[in-house]
């Protein structure tokens, strides 16, 4: 694999493809590309290195953002905040990381790290958790294969932090919302904390190149004239995403959402284009979980289904989904890692109260 | 009686109405001066209606002047930034993402200082009033004249934003103060963009808004004029004087009022058709559908209450082309040379008007001119004119359901048939000045936008604070009371919050009262 560098001119292809891997997801993606952006400004770019570059034993820490939504809009981090969560969790492990890895490629979390590696001087591993975007901490490859995700810091703007050791995932989410929340709903976190043998093995590799790749070509495909063909051509040339397809080609002809467990639940049905009688129902839950085309599913969670603009390939988040719109959707493989009976267990189609087996996108029509 | 008027880039419109009468309009070209363009128009309405001008109670001017001139880099001043949100987004400085002539026309004088408050009104930094000081004595030195201030969450509490503003006031005497509580919604850097977009405009503000006081004063016109926001609400000239950004796409939002206003019908889709292209707008009990997306303005990023408008490329001048499939229709056109190039004014270009003439749609211009066209050509581009406003009218729809389509501009005459799904399609009287009646009829309005808990006192009571204020803020802006009506409730639930915290988005607007001339 090639070694690529993400600098201030290529952040937009790179956080536009995080969005597509997002899945409709992610938060939006603007604020973490302008942090990214700053810190580059200020501290230069920062080096990414494969899983393979680690030693065993090197510790490696992940950096990301979490909080409410519309909060994150409002009240971005300071940076120290950042670098506090980092140092925080060295003081506590009594060692220095070597490196800072994504916990998720998909929406605002995929520049996060890059801010970090860039302030602290740290190369970023061109790989992350999951290679797409879900809703809960303990929805990670690291937590599947036997990786706790704590000892854990979670720190706010005014530089408080808090440390959190649990004896479950689950648990450890519920207390890092609840310290989110005194934090005012906007908190930088560095949970799992690994070492180079776990990242190796656990990882979903490829995926900072991968962010970046689909960016390139969709950004040239738009030049070309056919961004969405150009976007699905570069899918199939990838690792693991090479199962990609186009399912849909419609519009949308209704959507209905509500607000559950403070997840947004939706449902978005889209129509064909040339063939009426063809219809699409994608659901969601922040992310994208199934697609259905007249009853028969065709795509489901953690595969990924990313809805975008058939005209222009640009990703559309859930939030933004409107009666009306000209959609293509495309559906890909996940990595193989993350389809393993084990991987179902954590974040399969019934995790998320789905009342069906996963099926690979290949192994469907 | 009252006098509504429309500054557009190319054409100034003016209507005298009495009531709900059209008792005259009018086009005019836009002057470079504005003052003689606006002068000539009101004259004409004057004239033509025989209404001596001390019987005008109220002038409503919607303007693209300060849209043009941002996006165009002109006549802007350097502004003294204050960002009130240490130590939150440190790691976001104001004007990172600004294109560079931009950034450089507005100058890059930036002071970060301590204070802000949490989504929900707490405090999150006590403000650094000594902080706020100092940056506005180096504002001083610097000679800048124009300050825009930004608080963390002012939408939520704008305490510290006002505080500011009086120590801004105490260190530098009168310079003009944009606060961003008073300007935009809940996320910090578009707001900031947006103050800052508006501080940069204040000389602009003043000179034009004495220009367009200066043509009325030409006229004896003594009433008050108000100049028409972004939201189809009115301002006060003193009010755009400090807030000029706020009439940024006024123009879509005025037509579609217009539309509204002169068809009667307040749940509609409108379609404006213009020389090149078309706007599509929703309207919702009488006042468009916002956009919900972030909108640039001249490259820069900002959350303002925008109409949601599709733009597609047709209008009166469109080209129209044979290709080997058929016909194309578009993007491309004459434009304002339309009264040139068209084959019925005599050119040589053939366009949508002159199909338009030689399907028996519009008499206008030389019909013999086109008299020649093979009658296919003319049915394959009719049928492609129509077909391109059914799919901009298909993509702003909000449901499956028909709904009626409102057609303005001078283009309006390009559709005579049915467009799919739609119910009727409706071309008031005076389609052609709709934006101008847009701004006569613009009402006085006002918004609040803040995140409340349900769970504490419950969505009904919530609901009901939020509306009050904003019926209250209303009035006090110069609404008549009794005319006052909520006009938008938007509810989001903010994931990840328990207490049932939803923020809440209430706009109110109501008649404007002439009699005190108030606002």
């Given amino acids: 694999m090639s070694k690529i560098s993400i600098t201030a001119d290529n952040l937009e292809d790179f956080a536009r493809g995080a969005a597509f891997l997002g899945t409709g997801g992610g938060g939006d993606p603007y604020i973490g590309r302008m942090l990214a952006h700053a810190a580059i400004k200020e501290f230069g770019v920062p080096e990414v290195i494969t899983a393979d570059e680690l030693d065993d034993d090197d510790l490696v820490l992940t950096a990301a953002m979490l909080g409410s939504p519309p909060v994150l809009l409002e009240k971005a981090c300071c940076g120290e905040d950042m670098d506090l969560a980092i140092h925080k969790l060295e003081e506590h492990l009594g060692r220095k990381a070597k490196a800072i890895l994504p916990i998720e490629i998909g929406g605002v979390n995929s520049t996060l790290p890059i801010m970090a590696a860039a302030r602290l001087g740290l190369p970023v591993i061109d790989a992350d958790g999951m290679g797409r975007a879900f809703p809960e901490l303990q929805m990670v490859t690291f937590n599947v294969y036997g990786c706790s995700a704590t000892p854990l810091v979670v720190t706010d703007e005014h530089m408080n932090s808090v440390l959190i050791e649990a004896d479950s995932g689950p648990r450890a989410e519920g207390l890092v919302r609840a310290t989110a929340i005194q934090m005012g709903l906007s908190v930088m976190i560095s949970s799992f904390p690994l070492i180079g043998r776990q990242v190796k093995d656990f990882a979903v590799h490829g995926t900072l190149t991968l962010a970046l790749g689909i960016g390139e070509a969709i950004r040239k495909g738009r030049l070309e004239g056919d961004p969405v063909a150009a976007l699905v051509a570069y899918l199939k040339t990838t690792p693991y995403y090479n199962h990609a397809k186009t399912l849909f080609d419609g519009k949308v002809v209704d959507l209905k959402r509500e607000t559950t467990r403070g997840f947004s639940i939706g449902h978005c049905h889209l129509e064909g284009l040339d063939d009426a009688s063809r219809r699409m129902e994608v659901t969601f839950q922040n992310e994208h979980l199934v697609a259905r085309e007249n009853g028969v599913t065709r795509a489901i969670v953690p595969d990924l289904i990313c809805m975008v603009d058939r005209e222009t390939g640009e990703p559309i988040p859930a939030e933004h989904l409107r009666y009306g719109q000209r959609i293509q959707v495309i559906a890909t493989s996940a990595a193989p890692i993350m389809r393993t009976p084990e991987a179902l267990a954590v974040f399969g189609p019934r995790q998320f109260g789905l009342n069906e087996d996963f099926v690979p996108i290949e192994d469907m029509q | ?519």
């Fill in chain 2, 1 to 519: 009686m009252r006098i509504g008027v429309d500054v557009g880039g190319t054409n100034t419109d003016a209507v005298l109405l009495d009531g709900e009468k059209v008792l005259s309009w009018c086009k005019k070209s836009t002057t470079p001066d504005v003052e003689s363009g606006i002068v000539a128009a009101l004259t004409h309405v004057l004239d033509e209606a025989a209404i001596a001008p001390g019987k005008i109670q109220c002038v409503m001017i919607g303007t693209t002047h300060f849209t043009n001139a941002f996006v165009e880099r002109r006549h802007l001043l350097p502004v003294g930034v204050i960002r009130i949100a240490l130590p939150a987004a440190r790691a976001l400085p104001p004007l990172m993402d600004w294109p560079a002539d931009i950034a450089e026309a507005v100058g890059e004088h930036v002071h970060l200082v301590r204070g802000g408050y949490q989504y929900d009104g707490r405090i999150n930094a006590e403000l650094d009033e000594e902080g706020v000081r100092t940056a506005a004595r180096a504002l001083s030195a610097r000679g800048l004249r124009t300050v825009a201030i930004t608080g963390l969450f002012s939408s939520v509490n704008s305490d510290m934003e006002n505080r500011a503003a009086e120590i801004v006031r105490e260190e530098m005497g009168e310079v003009s103060i944009s606060l961003s509580h008073t300007i935009g919604r809940i996320g910090i850097l578009e707001r900031e963009n947006a103050t800052i977009m508006n501080a940069s405009l204040a000389d602009l503000a003043v000179s034009v808004v004495r220009s367009f006081g200066k043509a009325l004063k030409q006229l004896d016109i003594s009433a008050p004029f108000y100049i028409s926001q972004n939201d189809g609400t009115l301002m006060s000239a003193e009010f755009v004087e400090r807030y000029p950004v706020l009439t940024f796409a006024s123009g879509p939002t005025n037509s579609m009022r217009g539309a509204a206003y002169l068809s009667g019908v307040k749940d509609a889709l409108v379609a404006d058709i213009g020389g090149t292209t078309t706007d599509i707008g929703m309207l919702v009990n009488g006042y468009p559908r916002e956009s919900s997306v972030t909108v640039d303005i001249g490259g820069v990023r900002t959350n303002f209450r925008m109409p949601d408008v599709l733009a597609v490329g047709l209008g009166g001048g469109s080209l129209v082309l044979e290709t080997d499939g058929g016909v194309s229709v578009g993007p491309k056109s004459v434009g304002y040379r339309l009264l040139q190039d068209g084959r019925v004014f005599g050119g040589g270009t053939l366009t949508t008007t002159d199909v338009a003439v030689a399907a028996g749609y519009a008499d206008i211009g030389d019909k013999a001119k086109v008299a020649s066209l093979g009658t296919d050509l003319v049915s394959a581009a009719v049928a492609k004119i129509h077909a391109i406003v059914a799919e901009g009218v298909d993509r702003m729809k909000t449901s499956g359901k028909p709904v009626p389509l409102i057609l303005v501009g001078g283009g309006a005459v390009l559709i005579r048939d049915e467009i799919a799904g739609t119910s009727q399609t409706i071309v008031p009287d005076h389609a052609g000045v709709a934006n101008a009646i847009g701004a006569a009829i613009a009402q006085i309005g006002a918004e609040t936008d803040k995140v409340v808990s349900y769970e504490e006192i419950g969505r009904d009571a919530a609901l009901k604070l939020a509306k009050e204020e904003a019926m209250a803020k209303a009035v006090e802006a110069g609404a008549v009371a009794g005319s006052v009506e909520i006009i938008d409730i938007e509810e989001v639930p903010l994931a990840y919050v328990p207490g049932g915290a939803v923020r809440v988005r209430v706009k109110a607007a109501g008649r404007l009262d002439f009699t005190n001339g108030a606002a």
